[in-house]
């Protein structure tokens, strides 16, 4: 098993920053591969970014490249997400989730576990 807690989220203003964070516990961290989601008030769920066990390989949705950064810390057992530039179509619940087997990295399916969520909203 493995736990997920996000954190950082808040309300910024249109071409803001945020960073943020998810500490995991129970299981050896660098085994797993880390996402971020979101999910937006009526809409799915959509994959945002994943990083690799070891952090040398990182993917990002179209919308995101330039802006946002993940990035882990694997004796902290952490995962971030450096958000800059955030635009109001940024607004969402962030979701960090984990995969211990990964088929791929954009499909919520492949990822077994998943934090609570941390709300982030971008005023314009």
């Known amino acids: 098993q493995v736990q997920l807690v996000e954190s950082g989220g808040g309300l910024v203003q249109t071409g803001g920053s945020l960073r943020l964070s998810c500490a995991a516990s129970g299981r050896t961290f660098s085994s797993l591969v880390m996402g971020w989601f979101r999910q937006a008030p009526g809409k799915e769920r959509e994959f945002v970014a994943a990083?690799?066990?070891?952090?040398?390989?990182?993917f990002y949705t179209n919308s995101v490249k330039g802006r946002f950064t993940i990035s882990r810390d694997n004796a902290e057992n952490t995962v971030y997400l450096q958000m800059n530039n955030l635009k109001p179509e940024d607004t969402a619940v962030y979701y960090c989730?984990?995969?211990?087997?990964?088929?791929?990295?954009?499909?919520?399916?492949?990822?077994?576990?998943w934090g609570q969520g941390t709300q982030v909203t971008v005023s314009s």
């Open positions: 990083i690799s066990w070891s952090g040398g390989t990182t």
């Open positions: 989730a984990a995969a211990s087997n990964l088929s791929s990295y954009q499909k919520k399916t492949s990822y077994e576990y």
